[in-house]
């Protein structure tokens, strides 16, 4: 069995529309997709159109922008009921607070003496709920400004860079806990993927155990093979999930083909055990897993 529980589309910054990124999945072999844009769920349907007709296993899940001790943490939350009035609230702020941003970085990129239109990032987003910063990326890569999104990120829309904006994002534990509320399952995206353990130390990954956590993303391109090892080690003995995957983003991301790590089959069992004992306290109408 193999199996991806972490992709994207181009609902939020993959480049794939629902129906591509579902074939392409079922083209490389993969037994079970888990689909995760960034604070969305609109290609939910159109993705489990897809797998019915291919015949592929779909979790539909939304990885949630969180602050956790002054940082960015991204949260994957899986089989969570999407009209649960506290989940509703936040990933709308965390909308709103996305695209009113991008002005805000536009303006700070003139005063870095780079011109880009608003019309320049919305043709980077075609078909998209949120434009961010991955599309203003684009936009600088398609002005010839820069060669790719990474530089872009590098030079100008990273944090300390020229035109990065703060932005809304929920506390992590407040969101570990609406999501268990909601009836899904919470599973943190690449904890140490970017800022390093400080970040996300142990003391945390435990106290969030304790609100309902179910896993930690282990097997992560962004992971550090030695870090990986550590975090495998304090998920076992906090009793959380393991999982692996690509963090797939079509051709928006290098080196996160999709299938490039994936998730044990008895990590998975036991997420879905937990999502299914979520699912009963909650009593909220949480979705199925798609599948054959
Ligand atoms: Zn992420
Ligand atoms: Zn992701």
Redesign the pocket.
């Known amino acids: 069995m193999r199996i991806d529980l972490?992709t994207h589309t181009r609902a939020s910054d993959g480049t794939q529309t629902a129906e591509e990124l579902v074939r392409a999945a079922a083209a490389q072999g993969l037994d079970v997709l888990g689909l995760t844009d960034?604070d969305t769920t609109e290609a939910w349907t159109a993705a489990a159109r897809i797998a019915t007709e291919v015949g592929i296993t779909l979790v539909r899940g939304i990885?949630i922008s969180t602050r956790h001790l002054g940082r960015g943490a991204?949260l994957l939350a899986y089989l969570p009921d999407p009209t649960y009035p506290p989940l509703v609230t936040h990933l709308r702020k965390i909308l709103d607070g996305r695209n009113s941003r991008v002005p805000a970085m536009l303006e700070r990129l003139r005063g870095a003496g780079v011109d880009v239109d608003i019309a320049d990032v919305r043709r980077a987003a075609e078909g998209t709920a949120a434009t961010g910063r991955p599309h203003v990326a684009d936009a600088l890569v398609a002005l010839g400004v820069v060669r790719d999104r990474s530089t872009a990120f590098r030079r100008y829309l990273n944090p300390g860079r020229p035109a990065y904006v703060n932005r809304y994002a929920a506390p992590l534990a407040d969101m570990v806990r609406i999501v268990d509320e909601a009836g899904g399952v919470s599973v943190l995206?690449?904890p140490w993927?970017r800022h390093g353990p400080d970040s996300m130390p142990e003391r945390s990954i435990s106290e969030l155990a304790g609100l309902g956590l179910a896993g930690i993303e282990v097997d992560h391109q962004d992971h550090r093979l030695d870090d990986r090892e550590q975090l495998r080690a304090i998920a076992r003995g906090l009793g959380l999930v393991v999982t692996g995957s690509s963090?797939h983003h079509g051709l928006g991301k290098h080196d996160h083909d999709l299938g490039c790590h994936t998730t044990a089959p008895e990590d998975y069992e036991r997420l879905l055990e937990l999502a299914a004992s979520a699912s009963a306290r909650s009593g909220r109408p949480t979705p199925e897993v798609i599948g054959p």
Do not use: I, L, M, Y
């Open positions: 972490h960034h990885e991204h995206a690449h993927g963090d």
